[in-house]
């Protein structure tokens, strides 16, 4: 059995990132080298990614990566890789 939410535990999402346009400078992050969401294809399967790669974080699933891009891209290819 995996670890579990605590009541204290919250998950923020920049309004100001990709998460709403899935574009990063009008790229689609799924094209962005090393981003770790290629094979997506869809706003829709990116923010479940994000959604997922934050709850991973949240359940001990996944690493943190505060200090990382790179972590952070490796967590997210993770996730895509197990979970689409
Ligand atoms: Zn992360």
Redesign the pocket.
Known sequence: MGNRLTPTQVITVNPNDFYFTGTLNGVPVQNIGGSGFQGLTSLAQVQAAVIL?ELG?ATGA?PS?ANSDTA?MG?TATVVKDCF
Request: hydrophobic fraction near 15%; avoid cysteine; glycine fraction near 0%.
């Open positions: 790669h974080h996944l990566d952070s967590n």
